[in-house]
């Protein structure tokens, strides 16, 4: 095992450069953190930075002034070794004493590939009070039970996400004023192309369609389904995860039906919800839940599905429409959890929810906007006591009234505008 590959800053102190790439947002929240005794856990889609993160954070500590042995790296990414092992090693040929003996810091790449890594987690931690751990995982390895309760108390979890428009503009290079966003029409207008063709992934923003497509395809989409969702769980096709994949892209928002899709595919309903279980795992898929204040009647009703990023939808099915590939934009973006649909047949693609706010959010890419498009919301806020609604449109700007309700209507490529309807201030 040859740890001086993963840790070259032990023969000269300094991180290559080229393992560094260009600190976002996520780099400030984490290190925040880095002092604290809890585990440091960084899960997100592959090629999203994770790896970049836990470089730039080794880079900080050298910076510190940390001993450069006290800090191991290891990726299980393409190397099955035991946790055991490994420790033992850095002990006797870096560390030179017990990791327990002062303070380390250990970085764990793709843990998920580590077999029974709760456990072995758990105990390197509970055994070495001074060790601060990072961990990353291509999955989200906290939705298993199991994870929560042997590891609780004992982590924080930092999601790490695809660049999204703003921080897509500031690594192009573009300088927008978003407090006048109408100034800039056009060239939002542009971006957002480009945008949703790349999903954010930095590697991707100067690809050309052809090669975007392969690397999509190769590098992220058929290299989870073919080789990681099959490590971690036992399937027998696993080319029906990209059939699922491939008729979400067709159509976003499509509604689940486990048994109708089954019949069509010829295959039990069971295993097919088992597959889409398995893709959310994997962070490829979101699933949008019928409204209702009872949770117990959501998970009952009809659901709809989206795949996570607009790219993935582009490099599976270019022709669709983009319509459809702004609604799941907007779907992803506001990470939504609902969506309405009425035994009336009214419908809302988005009820967005947190702790003190209920917003109604639909999504209409078409040239004219008018009072028919705006009655389910208006009907919405009526049945919940509310006063603002939200319509994303392809130019029209407005504001839609019916008493003491209004509905804004925004057009989709005014990022900010949207933000502040929906979270109350730009985000």
Known sequence: MELQNFNPWWRDGKVPAGLLGRKRKAFDDVIRYIDKRQIALFTGLRR??????????????????????????????????????????????????EISK????????????????????????????????????????????????????????????????????????????????????????????????TGGFIEALDMDDHMLRKYLKESLLERVVFIDIPQTFKLDIPELLFKIMTITAARPGFYLDYKSLGNDLKIDHRTISNYVSYLEYSLFLQKLYNYSKNLLTSEKKVKRLYLCNTAF????????????????????????????????????????????????????????????????????????????????????ETVFRKENLTVDAVPYWKHWSILEKVYGKSE
């Open 313 to 396: 939808t582009l490099a599976l099915n270019p022709q669709t429409d983009i319509s459809l590939v702004l609604e799941q934009y907007f779907v992803n973006t506001l990470g939504a959890r609902f969506f309405l649909k009425t035994p009336q047949k009214e419908e809302i693609d988005i009820i967005h929810t947190n702790d003190t706010k209920l917003l109604p959010v639909e999504v209409k890419i078409r040239e004219k906007i008018g009072k028919e498009d705006v009655k389910a919301l208006f009907r919405f806020l009526e049945k919940n006591n509310l006063q603002k609604g939200l319509i994303i449109t392809l130019g029209t």
């Open 102 to 197: 002062e303070k380390v810091f250990i970085f764990l790449d793709e843990i998920q590939k580590l077999k029974d890594w709760p456990s072995k987690v758990k105990l390197l931690y509970d055994m070495n009070p001074k060790v601060k751990i990072f961990l990353t995982g291509s999955a989200q390895i906290t939705m298993w039970k199991g994870i929560r309760e042997s590891l609780a108390g004992r982590f924080f979890d930092f999601r790490i996400s695809p660049l999204n428009f703003e921080e897509y503009l500031e690594f192009k290079g573009v300088k927008v004023d978003k407090t006048r966003e109408g100034v800039f029409e056009k060239d939002l207008k542009r971006h957002m192309e480009g945008f949703l063709k």
């Open 48 to 97: 999203v930075g994770k790896t970049t993160l836990m470089h730039q954070i080794v880079e900080e500590l050298l910076g510190k002034g940390v001993n450069r042995y006290n800090i191991l790296y290891f990726s299980f990414d393409e190397m099955r070794y035991d946790l055991d092992e490994l420790i033992k090693q850095f002990e006797i040929e870096v560390l030179r004493k």
